[in-house]
C-alpha cells in the first residue's frame, strides 16, 4: 500500500507565503511524475504544478511566478512553496504521485494524498 501524506497548510494573510509538502510511504519500486492540484469550494480540482524525477516543471497560469515546485528523490517527498499568497488561492491543496511497483513500469498507480487546507484572508 502506497500513501502520500501533506503537511503544511494554514491561515495566511493575503501576501504571505507557506509550504507544503508531500511524503510517500509504502512499498514500491519508483515514483514517476509527481504534483499538486487544488480544489477550492464550489470549483473543480485544477492542476497547480507538476515536476518529473529529472526536475522538469510545469505551473498553472495563475501560479507562475509565485509558487515553485521541488521534490526530494531521496525522500520521495515533493514540496510546494507558495508566495504571495492571494485570497484566490484559497483551496484544499492535494499532491498525487505515479508510483512503479516494477522497474519494467508495468505495473503502476496513480496515488492522491488526503489533502492539506490553505487558506488566504484579505
Known amino acids: 500500500q502506497v500513501q502520500l501524506v501533506e503537511s503544511g497548510g494554514g491561515l495566511v494573510q493575503a501576501g504571505g507565503s507557506l509550504r507544503l509538502s508531500c511524503a510517500a510511504s509504502g512499498s514500491f519500486f519508483s515514483i514517476s511524475t509527481m504534483g499538486w492540484h487544488r480544489q477550492a469550494p464550489g470549483k473543480q480540482r485544477e492542476l497547480v504544478a507538476g515536476?518529473?524525477?529529472?526536475?522538469?516543471?510545469n505551473y498553472a497560469d495563475s501560479v507562475k511566478g509565485r509558487f515553485t515546485i521541488s521534490r526530494d528523490n531521496a525522500k520521495n517527498t515533493v514540496y510546494l512553496q507558495m508566495n504571495s499568497l492571494k485570497p484566490e488561492d484559497t483551496a484544499v491543496y492535494y499532491c498525487n504521485a505515479v508510483v512503479s511497483f516494477s522497474s519494467t513500469w508495468s505495473r503502476y498507480l496513480e496515488v492522491w494524498g488526503q489533502g492539506t487546507l490553505v487558506t488566504v484572508s484579505s
Open positions: 515536476i518529473t524525477p529529472g526536475g522538469g516543471t
